[in-house]
């Protein structure tokens, strides 16, 4: 089968496809024929509608069917003469002239860019890692002690301090004039924790059950309530409750409320321990494998196909708006979302795929079954119940691939370091846990 491949641009490619006039009829005819056995219409038994009134109401239907089927198959078939790899859906369109019993239709498409990657070791790439501090599982001891805390009501004569529980009545003004979200009753908060703005915060410490006390608020230019971003109130707050918090002690008999078999506190440490390892392992592992992408979007020389780059907004704006559906967004569907947003991060996406799988392809990095039982395996000790875990993912191919494009990167990533400039960098243990 020759075919005659026409270049446009750098990726854009066309190709003229022709087809028998008298083979589309035909089909069509065919297809009639099959949908008569079973049409209905006013006046004719199933079966017996006449070909004429079968022809007229669906003829036009059947043909536009016919048509994508040929020419689909047509292009299929012409692409792969030619050893093209077609990148997105070619747009086809019917030409005026064609040789006479026949009809002919250019397809206009991209095709895959040639990848280049340049010599992995010229590539400066810094290698972060971290480890487990003792305090860094004291302070996860107790962050569990606290969510652990009773409160019980402090003595009249002492004021509220950082930790306490208090509810207030409180009432901001912004020039005098009350606004929106600006006022409550019987509200409560813990002093010291972030639940509200810092000079809130400070502003409740040391009142005591009935005192009332006005301060001055700023609140910050990004603050996430817009009508008052930026804007200085002032609140009247009233103390209604202050609870001291109560934190139970680190012994044995805490260890065993959180389910820990052995029931001590060396054994509640060991396996903070344990899970912090692993979370940090998650963490460095995807710190330096975002440094690796980020290098090989720089390494790599290719022209990028719009149709992927289309494709991918596409997604993406549909991610959106599922997204704003589990928000319980009004008419999500149909909620302007301007698709330029996500063009340049399309773009990387698309670039950065394409370089991945030109490595994949070249050095033989797919996801063997092992590494993906392994990664499975790390996933599910996380959990409560890690062959339950285990038997999810394993039975959901959709979740498989996701575990496999994981356990791709993580090659990629390897693969990439092995060969690369590596400077190392000792990561302290907050800075990762801070990091997003």
């Known amino acids: 089968m ?40 006013d006046g004719f038994r199933p079966g017996k509608v006449p070909m004429s009134v079968v022809a007229q109401r669906y003829g036009y239907s059947v043909q536009y069917e016919v048509l994508n089927d040929q020419v689909g198959r047509a292009f299929s078939d012409a692409a792969s003469a030619a ?4 990148a997105g859906a070619p747009k086809i369109t019917q030409k005026e002239q064609a040789p006479e019993g026949f009809m002919a239709f250019d397809a206009t498409f991209e095709v895959y860019p040639e990848v280049k990657i340049s010599d992995l070791a010229t590539v400066d790439l810094e290698k972060v ?38 509810t207030i009545d409180f009432e901001g003004k912004i020039d005098g004039e009350p606004f929106a979200g600006g006022k409550a009753d019987g509200f409560q908060f813990i002093i010291g924790e972030g639940q509200m703005l810092e000079q809130f915060d400070l502003g409740v410490r040391g009142l005591k059950v009935g005192d009332s006390k006005t301060f001055p608020l700023q609140f910050p230019a990004d603050y996430q309530g817009a009508d008052v971003a930026g804007k200085e109130a002032d609140f009247l707050v009233t103390m ?37 390892e692993r979370e940090v392992k998650f963490r460095v592992l995807s710190r330096n494998k975002a440094a690796v992408m980020d290098a090989l979007v720089k390494a790599a020389e290719l022209d990028v196909p719009n149709a992927l780059v289309e494709g991918e907004v596409e997604r993406m704006v549909g991610n959106a708006r599922a997204d704003l559906k589990k928000r319980g967004v009004k008419d999500a569907d149909s909620a302007p979302i301007p698709s330029e947003v996500f063009q340049e991060q399309a773009q990387r996406r698309v670039r950065l795929g394409l370089v991945v799988a030109e490595l994949v392809r070249a050095n033989a990095l ?13 996933i599910s000790q996380s959990y409560e119940k890690p062959a339950e875990v285990m038997r999810y993912y394993l039975s959901d191919r959709e979740r498989m691939a996701e575990v496999e494009a994981i356990v791709v990167e993580g090659n990629v990533a390897d693969f990439v370091m092995s060969r690369a400039k590596i400077s190392e960098k000792v ?10």
């Open 2 to 41: 020759s075919v005659q491949v026409e270049t446009l641009d750098k990726l854009e490619r066309r190709i003229t496809l022709t087809l028998a006039a008298a083979d589309i009829g035909q089909e069509v005819d065919t297809r009639l024929k099959r949908l008569a056995r079973t049409v209905k219409a």
């Open 83 to 86: 050893q093209l790899r077609v």
């Open 129 to 166: 890692t971290s480890e487990v501090t003792d305090e860094a599982i004291d302070r996860t001891v107790d962050i569990l002690r606290k969510q652990r805390r009773t409160f019980t009501i402090r003595p009249a004569s002492e004021g509220a301090q950082e930790g306490d529980r208090v």
């Open 240 to 276: 209604k409750k202050v609870e001291a918090a109560h934190l139970p002690q680190v012994d044995d008999a805490f260890a065993k409320t959180l389910g820990i078999k052995d029931g001590t506190v060396e054994a509640l440490r060991a396996d903070v321990r344990k899970n912090l």
């Open 366 to 378: 797919q996801a063997r079954p092992d590494q993906l039982q392994k990664h499975i395996e790390e």
């Open 427 to 436: 990561l302290p243990f907050d800075e990762l846990m801070a990091s997003a």
